[in-house]
Nanobody, 120 residues
Framework: QVQLVESGGGLVQAGGSLRLSCAAS????????MGWYRQAPGKQRELVAN???????TYTDSVKGRFTISRDNVKNTVSLQMNSLKPEDTAVYYC??????????????WGQGTQVTVSS
């Protein structure tokens, strides 16, 4: 069973920065998309950003220009640099990895989540 371990969350003042990182417990073959989602209290989980194996990125509108996603295809890690943080960015952030392997079929792995709290 693959585990995704997130790190880098915490408490920061508005305008500050945090960098989230996610690493897999073992090498994963066949990864297509790596991404970050977040869930605020009382709200549905939403996509923050993702990046394909080819490096194409997608960002939700509210973080464009402030957040940057990156990945290391060899190390199977994905990071999220978050700048100019706002109180509305407060949420639990989850790492996600999607892909497909010839024998196992499609996979969709999630991390346990890391809390990001932005104070005003």
């Amino acid at each position: 069973q693959v585990q995704l371990v997130e790190s880098g969350g915490g408490l920061v003042q508005a305008g500050g920065s945090l960098r989230l990182s996610c690493a897999a417990s073992r090498r994963i073959f066949g990864i297509n998309i790596m991404g970050w989602y977040r869930q605020a209290p009382g709200k549905q989980r939403e996509l923050v950003a993702n990046i394909t194996s080819g490096g194409s990125t997608t960002y939700t509108d509210s973080v464009k220009g402030r957040f940057t996603i990156s990945r290391d295809n060899v190390k199977n890690t994905v990071s999220l640099q978050m700048n100019s943080l706002k109180p509305e960015d407060t949420a639990v952030y989850y790492c996600n990895v999607k892909g497909r392997q010839a024998l196992l079929g499609s996979f969709d792995y999630w991390g346990q989540g890391t809390q990001v709290t932005v104070s005003s």
